[in-house]
């Protein structure tokens, strides 16, 4: 095989989680990174900053002590203060400082003493600029730092404070950017409270005026550290894209991988899954209704034992090319496995009442355009519909309650399943193509399961009871034979006729089990009559077509029989007319050997279904039993009494016993009794019977 077969199995979800799986760390890890370069930079550049200002803090307390330890020594010199302060301006060595540099005395109690210039500063003002070291600085008495700073209660400063203090000012009140630059950074002023040692005897206090400046060197140096951390966040920002974007393009490539059908080259199960559910689970389509439908190429597998499983193949994907071009752009498909496909179709507008309508136009025209697809081949389809309610109808008035109360609790495999279904069923109606599900599906389907799995257990506690009907001469009334008819008494179910599960143990096989049990439990009844020496009448069982395929049939029945040891003429087999159209030659033997082991054997329901005239003449049976079909009805015409009267003569003729089915009506005793029909079985003389009951109408009627 060219190509992979079915991956059907892997579920959608597991593909979503893997797919989230892939994509979720890129994601985690580029929100992570930008926060940590975010806080990387800020707290880089402000450290910077810090470091900046930290220098220039130092330089100017350093000058500050300088100034104070400068006019300390005049003063112990023995200057005045006055003279002091007018000498130590004539020696600051800073050319920039001279023009500003101003010097103001209190003693220790804070009053004046002397001073430079006009300004003093305010000793309550104090603020703290903590940069590592602590400076003290002290505002204006004019108020000038506290208006600038606008600090309101706050005693420390930081970094950020003090760049905003040294640009305080409005740009657009300058000529340009320059002059506002130098206006503002360069005008930052502030005392410093001068180190004067212990020269002065801790007389007096020398505050020096300061200026903090921010220079244009500063301002490069900042602005070169911020663009390289930026430079560096670029980089590895830039590094984190090109990896997500790869992870992108490895979770496409991935997903494409996981998500395409080999054979057809389109999408495959798990991708109809994961989308599907997300269509029906969205908000805006939750209130549209839609179908699920089970498409399936029909006899696929003969289609490739013909043509090969290439053409085949190509078979399937001309079929999903098709699809798309039809349905692709509004609807989601995809080949579940095999040659069925999976549809989600869009049923906008459609209710409960006219969905079957509407659909089966619809599935209709588009099956017939699949068919002539390709007429050479003569290829034909099937499908299963569900309708899927829209998610606004209150489960408990839905007709689909059964699907679930609410979208979110869709689940397509099982959509699928019941799809499925309703596509087994067209297989059981003859000439049907489209099958829709419904609630009796369904409970078909969960009272096979209980049947199925209950049936095993069911055998071995003999759960299982013969009832006897018995067969009536209708011409004096004497009860003349029984057939033997099985009823299942489950503990919870109670009594459950063999309608309901015959059907499904003919389907399983386990009716050749039960048919087994029942021989047995009739070979064990006639053996304790004959012990017991009551009345007997030779009761038939049925025995399915199933077991006509067994080599050896005769033979097992024979040992089941003789288990128990009655007589052989007691027990008649009843084969049902439709096991004549399988293996004839095996059914002729086994019918034979049967006789020759000298136990009756009776064609049932004679004329129910197809005619099985010509097996009459090869095979030599005792008894003919016509269907109670025959009976149905008025027949006021008098077409049915001429049916039955030629197939009575046609048993006498082959010298076989004629036996009628239900029976219910008088006139038709009288009517058979007339024609010679040998016995009636019909709820006429008697309904089938537990053993009790069958034992004491012998004693009475036989
Ligand atoms: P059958 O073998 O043709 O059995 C005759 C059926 O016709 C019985 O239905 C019987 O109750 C019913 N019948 C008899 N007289 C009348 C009448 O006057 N009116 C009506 N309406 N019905 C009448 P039952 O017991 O429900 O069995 C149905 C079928 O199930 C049987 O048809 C037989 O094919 C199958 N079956 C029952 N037990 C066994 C069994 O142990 N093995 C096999 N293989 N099949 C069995
Ligand atoms: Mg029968
Ligand atoms: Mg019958």
């Not at 179910?493 to 059907?503: A, H, S």
């Not at 012990?531 to 399915?544: F, H, T």
């Amino acid at each position: 095989m060219k190509k992979l077969q079915d991956n059907k199995n892997l579920k959608g979800k597991k593909y979503a989680r893997l797919r989230r799986k892939r994509i979720w760390p890129s994601v985690i890890i580029f929100v992570v990174f930008l926060f940590l370069s975010c806080a990387l930079i800020t707290a880089v550049v402000g450290g910077f900053c810090g470091f900046i200002i930290s220098n220039k803090m130092n330089l100017l307390t350093e000058q500050a002590n300088q100034t104070g330890l400068q006019i300390a020594q005049r003063v112990a010199y023995g200057m005045s203060m006055e003279e002091a302060l007018t000498d130590q301006r004539k020696d600051v060595i800073d050319p920039t400082m001279r023009h500003r540099s101003q010097v103001y005395v209190t003693d220790m109690k804070g009053n004046y003493v002397a001073s430079t210039g006009k300004d003093a500063p305010d000793p309550d003002a104090l603020w703290l600029i903590d940069l590592g070291n602590e400076y003290q600085v002290y505002g204006d008495a004019d108020q000038e730092l506290q208006d600038s700073v606008a600090l309101e209660e706050r005693l420390t400063l930081s970094v950020q404070e003090i760049l905003q203090w040294c640009f305080m000012g409005d740009p657009t009140e300058y000529k340009n950017e320059r002059e506002w630059f130098q206006a503002t950074a360069t005008s930052t002023r502030f005392w410093l409270l001068a180190d004067t040692g212990t020269m002065m005897d801790l007389k007096y206090r020398v505050y020096v005026a300061s200026e903090l400046q921010l220079q244009r060197s500063d301002m490069i140096y900042l602005f070169a550290g911020g663009v390289m951390m930026l430079l560096l966040f670029v980089v590895l920002l830039f590094i984190l894209l090109a990896n997500a974007i790869s992870v992108a393009k490895t979770q496409k490539r991935m997903t494409k991988i996981l998500f395409t059908d080999p054979v057809t080259d389109g999408n495959n199960w798990p991708y109809f899954q994961t989308y599907a559910t997300r269509r029906l689970q969205k908000y805006r389509n939750a209130k549209k209704p839609y179908a699920l439908v089970k498409l399936r190429l029909e006899r696929y597998q003969n289609f490739c034992a013909c043509y090969g499983v290439d053409e085949g193949e190509e078979l399937l994907e001309h079929i999903y090319r098709f699809l798309k071009a039809r349905i692709g752009m509004t609807d989601l498909f995809a080949r579940y496995g095999e040659a069925d496909f999976g549809l989600l179709l869009t049923c906008e507008g459609l209710t409960e009442e006219n969905f079957e309508v509407n659909l089966n136009r619809r599935m209709r025209t588009l099956m017939a355009e699949l068919t002539g697809l390709k007429p050479e081949y003569k290829i034909h389809f099937h499908a299963g519909v569900v309708f899927i309610p829209p998610a606004e109808v209150e489960a408990t008035k839905s007709l689909f309650s059964f699907l679930g109360k609410g979208r979110e609790q869709v689940d397509i495999d099982q959509m699928y399943n019941y799809a499925g279904s309703a596509l087994e069923e067209t297989h059981c109606n003859d000439g049907c193509q489209i099958g829709f599900f419904n609630e009796k599906l369904l409970e078909d389907q969960a009272w096979e399961h209980f049947v199925e799995s209950h049936m095993e257990e069911a055998l071995d506690k003999e759960e299982f009871e013969v009832y006897i009907q018995p067969k009536y001469n209708p011409i004096d009334g004497r009860l003349v034979g029984a057939e033997a008819l099985a009823r299942w008494r489950h503990p919870e179910k109670g009594l459950i006729p063999p309608g309901r599960f015959i059907p499904i143990f003919e389907e399983n096989g386990f009716i050749t089990k039960l048919d087994d049990y029942m021989i047995s439990h009739v070979a064990k009844l006639q053996a304790q009559w004959t012990i017991k020496k009551v009345k007997q009448v030779p009761v038939s069982v049925n025995v399915s077509r199933a077991h006509f395929s067994q080599e050896g049939l005769a033979e097992h029945i024979c040992q089941l029989v003789d288990a128990y040891g009655p007589r052989h003429e007691l027990i008649e087999l009843e084969v049902t007319e439709s096991a004549f159209f399988d293996d004839k030659d095996i059914l002729i033997r086994t019918v034979k050997e049967l006789k020759s082991y000298g136990f009756p054997v009776s064609m049932d329901d004679f004329g129910a279904g197809y005619s099985s005239l010509n097996s009459l003449k090869d095979i030599p049976l005792d008894v003919l039993k016509l269907d109670g079909e025959f009976f149905r009805g008025d027949d006021e015409d008098g077409r049915g009494a001429v049916v039955v009267q030629e197939a009575i003569r046609l048993a006498r003729g082959l010298h076989m016993r004629v036996v009628a089915e239900g029976i219910e009506r008088e006139d038709q005793v009288k009517f058979l009794a007339k024609e010679g029909c040998d016995m009636i079985q019909g709820f006429y003389f008697a309904k089938p019977m537990p053993v009790e009951d069958f034992e004491k109408q012998v004693e009475r009627d036989a």
